[in-house]
């Protein structure tokens, strides 16, 4: 209780200190950001903090004679406001639509930007939509333009959709598996399982939890799972992911054509803190397994990491 207590006083002192270091952000910055990012946004002067809230009109649809108001929140947004430590801090949040979803994680990691969640946010019957989560410092003109290349994806992904005709059909793998385990295990260098024709192989990470171990069999898990054939198959799994190796492995991830489909938690106050990422990909079982392979010795590469 007295940790507690020392901790709120602690919070509380530094508070006022925080917000007299912390700058407003100028008007010629509002401005510029409203140019770069294309819309018109809002200052907060109590918390130094501007903000653009950009509406998708797509996200509305319910059906085809009926729409929701952008005002239940189907919009992306980005905040931006003047730091301590660097000139600006970006926080924000896009709004996608299954088919945008790879391309602008690609596109946001290009830009610099770092990528803290993924998840499904669809509330009703209509489009599938998906929140992916952003965060990054630099200069508000730097972060303003990545945020701009994430919206320019978009457009261009639906651009593209529209000249052609979606294609909904699923993935055309053999409904029997036979996958053979010999060659992945050589590249992932794991020992996997095949039950049924599909194959499995996973491995732990170890964490602490309130004081207490959690290894792999309490789901500190990375893990993969090939079905159909060795020349055509489908995967998916999930990553264990540290808070420094979790842009890495998303790039590379993406380099390799795999599809990032949540990054989440599973647990809370961890130490280390672990995120998780699921993805899927299809492909050859070799090449599936070659793209995890080499997503794991990007995660562990330290010297991968942005300056």
Excluded at 70 to 77: E, P, R, V
Aim: charged share 20%; net charge negative.
């Amino acid at each position: 209780m007295r940790g507690i207590l020392a901790n709120l006083q602690i919070a509380i002192l530094m508070a006022p200190f925080s917000a007299v270091l912390t700058a407003q952000v100028p008007q010629h910055v509002r401005a510029s950001i409203d140019r770069i990012v294309g819309g018109q946004g809002a200052y907060i002067p109590d918390s130094k903090v501007y903000k653009v809230v950009l509406p998708r009109s797509e996200a509305t649809i319910v059906y085809d004679y009926q729409t929701f108001s952008t005002n239940l929140g189907l919009n992306s947004w980005v905040a931006l406001k003047s730091g301590i430590h660097n000139e600006a801090i970006l926080v924000g949040q896009l709004l996608l639509l299954d088919d945008e979803v790879d391309l602008v994680l690609s596109a946001a990691l290009e830009a610099r930007l770092d990528v803290t969640g993924l998840a499904p946010s669809s509330v009703f019957e209509g489009p599938h939509l998906h929140t992916l989560d952003l965060t990054a410092t630099g200069t508000f003109q730097d972060l303003a333009a990545g945020f701009r290349k994430c919206l320019d994806e978009i457009q261009q992904v639906r651009r593209a959709r529209a000249l052609r005709t979606p294609n909904t059909t699923a993935p055309d793998v053999p409904f029997e598996s036979s996958i053979d385990p010999a060659a992945l295990d050589s590249v992932l260098s794991m020992k996997g399982v095949v039950i049924g024709g599909a194959y499995r192989a996973s491995v732990g990470a170890n964490t602490l939890l309130r004081g207490e171990d959690l290894g792999g069999e309490m789901g500190m898990t990375t893990w993969v799972s090939v079905a159909g054939t060795n020349d055509h198959a489908i995967a998916h799994g999930e990553f264990v992911a540290g808070t420094d190796d979790l842009q890495r492995l998303l790039k590379a991830l993406r380099v390799k054509g795999i599809s990032v489909t949540s990054i989440r938690n599973h647990t809370l106050g961890e130490e280390p803190q672990f995120v998780f990422v699921h993805f899927r990909g299809e492909g050859t079982a070799l090449d599936l397994a070659r793209a995890v392979r080499y997503a794991l010795d990007a995660q562990a590469d330290e010297s991968q990491s942005s300056p």
